[in-house]
C-alpha cells in the first residue's frame, strides 16, 4: 500500500507523515524536505526557488521524477508532496486542509526547525500569512504551466480530505488509519 499526503502548508503533513509511517512500520519519503534541499544547495529560500520554478522546469521536475519512479519500484510506504497524488495514481491519496490562521501559528511556533527554510522564519504571523498565500499562489503557478493541473486541491484528486485546524497529529492519523483499514476491508 501507498499513501500520498499532499495539503497546504502548515497543515502537519510532515509531523502526519512521520507518525502514519511509524505505525505501519514503512519508509517515508518527504518532498517538500528534498525541494528545500535543493534550494539550500543553491543558497535560496523555498519561496525563492519556487518563484525561479515559475520560469525553470528543473525545480520541479527533478524532485517529481524521482517521486514517480518511487510510485514504480517501491511499496509500503507513504510519502509527503504537493502533487504525490498525481504522480502515484494508485496510491490512497490524502489532502491535508488548515485555515491560514492555524497554519500561521504552526509555522511560527515551528519557524526554528532548520528544516522549514523559509523567510518566515522569526517573522509576525501577519507575514507568514502572506508567504503562505505567495507560496500556495506560487505552486497554482507552477503545476498548470508544468503540468496543465488547474487546482491541486481539487476535492476529486483525492480519497480522503482531513480539515486538521482543530485536532491533533495523532486524531489525523487515526483518521488516516481507519480508512485505509476500511479501504482494505472492502477490496
Request: hydrophobic share 30%; no cysteine; glycine share 4%.
Amino acid at each position: 500500500m501507498i499513501i500520498t499526503i499532499s495539503g497546504l502548508a502548515g497543515s502537519g503533513k510532515t509531523t502526519v507523515l512521520k507518525e502514519l509511517a511509524k505505525r505501519l512500520n514503512y519508509s517515508f519519503y518527504d518532498i517538500g524536505t528534498l525541494r528545500k534541499r535543493m534550494a539550500k544547495e543553491r543558497g535560496m529560500t523555498i519561496e525563492e526557488f519556487n518563484k525561479l520554478g515559475e520560469k525553470e522546469s528543473f525545480t520541479d521536475n527533478d524532485a517529481d521524477k524521482y517521486l514517480e519512479n518511487l510510485g514504480k519500484t517501491e511499496d509500503n510506504f507513504v510519502v509527503q508532496g504537493r502533487l504525490a497524488y498525481y504522480f502515484i495514481p494508485h496510491s490512497i491519496k490524502i489532502f491535508l486542509n488548515v485555515t491560514l490562521e492555524k497554519a500561521a501559528e504552526r509555522i511560527m511556533k515551528d519557524s526554528d526547525n532548520p528544516e522549514r527554510n523559509s523567510e518566515s522564519q522569526h517573522s509576525s504571523l501577519e507575514v507568514i500569512r502572506r508567504l503562505s498565500k505567495d507560496r500556495d499562489d506560487s505552486d497554482i503557478v507552477r503545476y498548470r504551466k508544468w503540468y496543465g493541473i488547474e487546482n491541486y486541491r481539487d476535492p476529486k484528486n483525492y480519497d480522503l480530505i482531513i480539515d486538521t485546524s482543530n485536532i491533533t497529529a495523532d486524531e489525523v492519523v487515526q483518521k488516516i488509519l481507519d480508512y485505509t483499514n476500511s479501504q482494505t476491508l472492502t477490496t
